[in-house]
């Protein structure tokens, strides 16, 4: 497939590992199914957990009977929420947004009532999954049906139904800050807003403005792996947990915080992950495996079907958006006003805090107010996917800079670049700019062939789109073991979901001027590695890499001083050059790397050296596309022509990891544009369940996606890179509906762009019922 990698101002390539195609250490064990998932664990004794889920979308619990579940032969244990520890501490603190573990109970086996259908109520382990299954149908549950709230309209009524009766508005200016309690109760639960200078004065400046609403709605990650989870107890009290998710400390954290026991009698192991996206950063099995295990005795493994994953835990928020934007006739945007709505379902922590910060953030805007609502409903609790929020921010931002742009007479990529931000250009929240690619990638795609190529056909259209993103990073940890034959172990407690394990490595063997062969990389259970923040946010290459290059000099240091010991010399008459140490004063004493790994044993021991990282800030990350499609008038149908996709990299670890993540990015965004939805019925049930009625893209959906990666340097790492795996889902949302406009003559306005909605938005057209909303100063 085509693929360009550009750097600024075409600078060389400074690396003799970095940016090159290793093979990726963990292929072998995946393509051979030696690779170990959750599914795999089988135990002696081991029982087999299911899990009773409620059939109303809003109800009290008054009373739940398991004496008859508990009484069939083959069951060894029945759990409810009250066999948590945690439930008799007071109830949940919705100022705290993060690690709240009374929120995450909550979710994990609903208390005193039930907020979406498919909440989990109660759970049994038995000797077989048809056992557990049928004891389930003998729980006796009591439910007193309560009005609800399907959809963040319905919730932000002035009449409507509370859900969390002691919850109250908090009024934010960052996006995880506690927030000044209004005291108002409502089922809006953060109100978080950016302003700068005055947006009314702005817009009276303005020549044209465009104002317009957007709709999308939920959807899932499209993880092809359910959620698993085995647990055991050992007679020292301690438990462990082998599970699928993306940060075995987080389940760590929230597992002994629920079962009522000291984080460090409890052992959390990482397996192998089929997928996660976001949707495997929290918990909804370990609690409840692990209380299971601890009344039966026996370890207790979970396995949700594929409809549990849809109906049990959290898709992407359903989101409610208003533009408006205004500029002058010479292409200046003088204000931008941005109104975000999203569903945080069940419990507060929608990811409306990244749209309202990122949705604005490639423009230079003098006067902005952004105004973004964390809405509860009943539906399952919303959780972030792939650049949270982003997505869907983009798509009312850069729909509306398109039309802004036609209606200007611009090029649409001319009027982007005149308005684009630089270094110490401020973000909607006032926070400077940091330096990226955004002037960079923006005239790449201006320059590239495929923006100016020509369409060959009648409702065929061309759309582009910029996305930003923002990452603030955490902590990370590794250890290096050298080996007597030069090989370095790393190991690292960063679960690998994107091909962080060689990325890591090729920075270590960067710093130590060694080969990727020559590390082996492992991810470790929570004993055996210091604190490790979960996978996400674009962070681990970045993050774990800063613990691992930290690693490898303290080891560089280390045989440093090994050598200076053999030839009787100061450390400082050692020096290490491309897996060589040499001394400066007798340069004929030279020991390579091997070499001198063989001698350990003889001058002191092992080396082994562990570090771990504090993020410096991942900081600015962004991406672009260029589409084309073709829209069938007769029915509505979506064919994608041509894609390419651009990509500020900071600088390309391993190009094809790279490449890989900015496709799949791409092909999810497309899917989200175009087919995927959570479809519910008037009472709250999930109608389309399972990947048959869910339509994710397939190979025949899409064509070969063409790769622009750009090398920004960023000054926040050593080696200059940036998170790649989030910001390629950005931009196609808004890119698709672009492409759309420009095939056909139609604004959508709507998620997804299925066939029926391209159809409606035609009908409207020639019926002259839509109208732009469009004011000329």
Not at 132 to 160: C, G, K, R, S
Not at 233 to 250: C, E, K, L, N, R
Not at 585 to 613: D, Y
Not at 706 to 731: M, S, Y
Request: charged residues 20%.
């Amino acid at each position: 497939m085509p693929t360009t990698t550009q750097r600024e101002h075409d600078r060389p390539r400074a690396y003799r590992v970095l940016g090159t195609r290793p093979i990726r250490h963990d292929g072998v064990d995946k393509v051979t199914g030696a690779a170990r998932y959750g599914a795999d664990i089988q135990l002696p004794g081991m029982l087999h957990g299911r899990i009773l889920r409620s059939p109303h979308a809003h109800a009290r619990i008054r009373s739940i009977n398991t004496s008859k579940a508990a009484a069939l032969p083959g069951v060894r244990a029945v759990v409810t929420a009250a066999d948590f520890p945690i439930m008799a501490q007071s109830g949940i603190d919705f100022a705290q947004l993060q690690g709240n573990a009374r929120m995450i109970a909550e979710n994990v086996l609903a208390w005193d009532k039930v907020f979406y259908k498919g909440h989990a109520v109660a759970a049994v382990a038995a000797t077989d999954r048809h056992i557990a299954e049928e004891a389930l149908q003998l729980i006796e549950v009591d439910y007193e049906i309560l009005p609800m709230v399907l959809t963040l309209h319905d919730a932000m009524q002035p009449d409507a139904p509370l859900l969390h009766e002691d919850m109250t508005t908090r009024f934010r200016v960052e996006r995880f800050a506690r927030g000044d309690d209004t005291g108002v109760k409502s089922n809006v639960a953060g109100h978080i807003q950016h302003q700068r200078g005055d947006v009314e004065a702005g817009f009276r400046q303005a020549d044209v403005i465009v104002e317009r609403e957007f709709t999308t709605q939920s959807v899932h990650h499209g993880y092809i792996e359910p959620h698993v989870t085995t647990a055991s107890w050992s007679t020292d009290g301690h438990v462990t947990i082998w599970t699928s998710t993306q940060g075995a400390f987080a389940i760590r954290s929230s597992t002994a915080a629920i079962v009522g026991i000291p984080e460090s009698q409890v052992k959390v192991i990482p397996m192998e992950i089929g997928g996660g996206f976001g949707g495997k950063a929290v918990t909804y099995l370990d609690p409840v495996a692990a209380m299971l295990a601890k009344k039966s005795g026996r370890p207790v493994k979970i396995v949700m079907t594929r409809q549990e994953v849809f109906e049990g835990t959290g898709p992407s928020s359903a989101t409610h958006m208003r533009t408006k934007i205004g500029a002058t006739k010479d292409g200046t945007i003088t204000a931008a006003q941005l109104y975000l709505a999203f569903e945080a379902g069940a419990f507060p922590g929608s990811p409306v805090g990244g749209g309202a910060l990122t949705g604005l953030g490639p423009y230079k805007i003098e006067h902005l107010l952004v105004d973004g609502y964390d809405v509860v409903c009943n539906k399952q609790k919303a959780q972030g996917y792939r650049a949270p929020g982003q997505s869907q921010a983009t798509l009312a931002v850069e729909t509306v800079i398109d039309e802004l742009a036609e209606r200007l007479g611009m090029d649409p990529m001319e009027f982007r670049l005149r308005n684009a931000v630089q270094a110490g250009d401020l973000m909607p929240n006032g926070a400077p700019h940091a330096p990226f690619g955004c002037r960079e990638l923006e005239a790449a795609m201006l320059a590239h062939p495929h923006y100016d190529a020509p369409l060959t056909g009648p409702h065929q259209g061309r759309g582009l789109a910029v996305g930003f993103r923002w990452q603030g990073g955490q902590s990370s940890s590794a250890t290096i073991h050298v080996n007597s034959n030069g090989t370095l172990n790393l190991i690292t407690g960063s679960v690998d979901i994107g091909g962080t394990r060689t990325a890591v490595a090729m920075q270590v063997a960067e710093v130590l001027g060694l080969q990727p062969e020559a590390i082996v990389p492992t991810v470790v259970d929570t004993d055996t590695i210091g604190y490790t923040a979960t996978t996400g946010g674009s962070r681990i290459a970045f993050d774990t890499g800063l613990a691992a290059i930290a690693a490898a000099e303290e080891v560089r240091k280390q045989m440093a001083a090994r050598a200076a010991l053999l030839w009787g010399k100061p450390v400082e008459d050692v020096v290490y050059n491309d897996d060589v140490f040499t001394c400066t004063t007798h340069p004929a004493e030279r020991l390579s790397f091997q070499e001198l790994a063989g001698k350990l044993m003889s001058t002191g021991g092992a080396v082994t050296c562990s570090a771990s990282a504090h993020s410096t800030g991942v900081g600015p990350i962004f991406a672009g596309n260029i589409v084309d499609v073709e829209v069938d008038p007769e029915t509505g149908k979506v064919q994608i022509l041509r894609y390419t996709t651009f990509l500020d990299a900071g600088l390309a670890v391993h190009p094809a990891y790279v490449e890989g993540q900015m496709q799949g990015g791409t092909v999810q965004g497309i899917g989200w544009a175009l087919n995927e939805e959570y479809f519910f019925t008037a009472d709250g049930t999930l109608a389309n369940g399972s990947f048959l009625d869910y339509r994710m893209p397939t190979s025949l959906d899409v064509p070969m996606i063409d790769t622009v990666i750009l090398e920004v340097p960023n000054p926040r790492h050593p080696f200059g890179l940036r998170g790649v795996g989030e910001a390629p889902i950005i931009p196609p949302l808004a890119a698709v509906a672009n492409a759309i406009y420009q095939a056909v003559g139609v604004r959508m306005d709507r998620l997804p762009m299925s066939p029926g909605a391209i159809l409606a938005a035609l009908q409207k057209k020639q019926t002259n019922t839509t109208t732009p909303e469009l004011h000329h100063g």
